[in-house]
């Protein structure tokens, strides 16, 4: 099982960016997905996570500018990312709760995109 994640790149202070992640390979069941942030000397936070159901969380540091969406038969999560701040430059990863098959549940992630948002 892979999470190839694509988008991210450099943008302006109250810009956009549209993240997605896909999933691919012997894939049994996808639980939650969802997207998390490390930026430089910093702990990874999480960002935002969408489960089966569509239900989604978000911490105060991106909720109402962010949005965490799913395409179940594409196996694929996006992160709409809008009025970007400088503080959300960071190192962008998604996380995928995947049954492959013949294997437990587990936590997979995505090889990290860059966001970087400066004037």
């Known amino acids: 099982v892979q999470l190839q994640a694509y988008g991210g790149g450099l943008v302006q202070p109250g810009g956009f960016l549209r993240l997605s992640c896909a999933a691919s390979g012997s894939i049994n069941s996808i639980n939650t997905m969802g997207w998390y942030r490390r930026a430089p000397e910093k702990q990874r936070e999480l960002v935002a996570i969408i489960d089966t159901g569509g239900r989604t969380y978000y911490p105060d540091s991106v909720k109402g500018r962010f949005t965490i969406s799913r395409d179940n038969a594409k196996n694929t999560v996006y992160l709409q990312m809008n009025s970007l701040k400088p503080e959300d430059t960071a190192v962008y990863y998604c996380?995928?709760?995947?049954?492959?098959?013949?294997?437990?549940?587990?936590?997979?992630w995505g090889q990290g995109t860059q966001v970087t948002v400066s004037s």
């Open positions: 996380n995928a709760r995947i049954r492959a098959w013949g294997r437990p549940e587990s936590d997979y």
